[in-house]
T-cell receptor
Framework: DTGVSQDPRHKITKRGQNVTFRCDPI?????LYWYRQTLGQGPEFLTY????????KSRLLSDRFSAERPKGSFSTLEIQRTEQGDSAMYLC???????????FGPGTRLTVL | GQNIDQPTEMTATEGAIVQINCTYQ??????LFWYQQHAGEAPTFLSY????GLEEKGRFSSFLSRSKGYSYLLLKELQMKDSASYLC?????????FGKGTRLHILP
């Protein structure tokens, strides 16, 4: 399978705990994006990388959220001190540098109790 | 901003044609996407319009008018598997800004 993969697919955690998600993009894609989607809404942009550089982070993103892409391949998204409002589907997507189309992974569904 | 408006829900009959409209307000963008998303799954790419006009791809067509701030997705010969959400989205500054999506129900 050469598509975008995400791990885990589901995560249930208690409020206040830290969680980390992983995304593996399509191998030749150097752009990687993180989105959050809640029920009945479209995906909301969180942040994106070109290679290992984080180029933009949404102003809506709390300081509790951090993302890395240390070697320009896979990326991790960490949420510290989770809150119930963080419950959502976290989607990762990748694209070629000049290509507009983004290919999405299956997502990680987070439930904060 | 780039407010993106599309109907929340639509219903159509198997074999029929449906048009899903999208309007937006933005000062500039590179192109307009349509994505399909089945419940519980990731969005999948349908179309990308950069220039004004109609892009046809099999049963699906997408139209863009930049001067009118308007796009539509046309689905022909509807099949039950077309039951999904359809997301209108703008490509701006290397990001995709999504609308809330239109949930399409197909009746047999």
């Amino acid at each position: 399978d050469t598509g975008v993969s995400q791990d885990p697919r589901h995560k249930i955690t208690k409020r206040g705990q830290n969680v980390t998600f992983r995304c593996d993009p399509i191998s030749e894609h150097n752009r990687l994006y993180w989105y959050r989607q809640t029920l009945g809404q479209g995906p909301e942009f969180l942040t994106y990388f070109q290679n290992e550089a984080q180029l933009e982070k949404s102003r809506l993103l709390s300081d509790r959220f951090s993302a890395e892409r240390p070697k320009g391949s896979f990326s991790t998204l960490e949420i510290q001190r989770t809150e119930q409002g963080d419950s959502a589907m976290y989607l990762c997507a990748s694209s070629l540098p000049a290509g507009a189309e983004q290919f999405f992974g299956p997502g990680t569904r987070l439930t904060v109790l | 901003g780039q407010n993106i408006d599309q109907p929340t829900e639509m219903t159509a009959t198997e074999g029929a044609i449906v048009q899903i409209n999208c309007t937006y307000q933005t000062s500039g963008f590179n192109g307009l996407f349509w994505y399909q998303q089945h419940a519980g799954e990731a969005p999948t790419f349908l179309s990308y319009n950069v220039l004004d006009g109609l892009e046809e791809k099999g049963r699906f067509s997408s139209f863009l008018s930049r001067s009118k701030g308007y796009s539509y997705l046309l689905l022909k010969e509807l099949q039950m598997k077309d039951s999904a959400s359809y997301l209108c989205a703008l490509n701006r500054d290397d990001k995709i800004i999504f609308g809330k999506g239109t949930r399409l129900h197909i009746l047999p």
